[in-house]
């Protein structure tokens, strides 16, 4: 069974601290995918960055980066100097390795006070 | 390029009617994937279409149907109306290089559906 969980239901930060979104996962394909989705306001998921389970290498993009550790099924997320614009849900999602189905976790709701 | 469409935006119905959503996938992406997202269930997986065929579906009731067209494009129906089909309905399109799932869905702006 696929499996995504993010613990974490709501984060409060004020604008230029850094913020950590956490997201573990249950998998038993050895193969998979992981994905984080940025979802503002207007409702419209936006694709931030997916990860191959083959691939532990972490991955900065501006002030958003990425920690995949296999070993504690974890694939976190940190944004660098929050701005008011970060605020949104952030949803961690799963795909196995043959089919397109996505298993999302519940999201995180950022805010982010300027 | 253009996003992933979907048409109506916003859409208000009544218990028992029936409804149809239209999903534009990106140029060129084969895979259309459909979700219902709810605050009590979340983000939730309705079926995917590849190449005019279903290839997965999800755990909800025979209500739910959908189909894809020739040039990719996909639609929804949802009959017989209950007040728990208040949701927003997402749509998402793939590449699929290769047959399989590995690329990264896009997703459209979604359909908010509200039934009364």
């Known amino acids: 069974a696929q499996k995504v969980t993010q613990a974490q239901t709501e984060i409060s930060v004020v604008e230029k601290e850094d913020v950590t979104l956490d997201c573990v996962y249950e998998?038993?394909?050895?193969?998979?995918?992981l994905f984080w989705y940025k979802q503002p306001p207007s409702g419209e998921l936006v694709f931030l960055i997916r990860?191959?389970?083959?691939?532990?290498q972490n991955e900065i993009s501006g002030r958003y980066s990425w920690n995949f550790q296999k070993s504690t099924s974890s694939f976190n997320f940190t944004i660098t100097a929050s701005q008011v614009v970060d605020s949104a849900v952030y949803f961690c999602a799963l795909k196995g390795s043959t089919l397109g189905r996505l298993y999302f976790g519940r999201g995180t709701q950022l805010t982010v006070w300027p | 390029k253009a996003g992933v469409t979907q048409t109506p935006r916003y859409l208000i119905k009544t218990r028992g009617q029936q409804v149809t959503l239209s999903c534009s996938p990106i140029s060129g992406h084969r895979s259309v994937s459909w979700y219902q997202q709810t605050p009590g269930q979340g983000l939730q997986f309705l079926f995917e279409?590849?190449?005019?065929?279903?290839?997965n579906k999800g755990n909800f009731p025979g209500r739910f149907s959908g189909r894809q067209f020739s040039n990719s494009r996909s639609e929804m129906n949802v009959s017989t109306l209950e007040l728990g089909d208040s949701a927003l309905y997402l749509c998402?399109?793939?590449?699929?290089?290769?047959?399989?799932?590995?690329?990264?869905?896009?997703f459209g702006p979604g359909t908010r559906l509200t039934v009364l």
């Open positions: 998998t038993r394909d050895t193969t998979y995918y």
């Open positions: 279409y590849f190449s005019e065929t279903q290839r």
């Open positions: 990860r191959n389970s083959f691939d532990e």
């Open positions: 998402a399109s793939s590449l699929v290089v290769g047959g399989q799932g590995a690329d990264e869905q896009f």
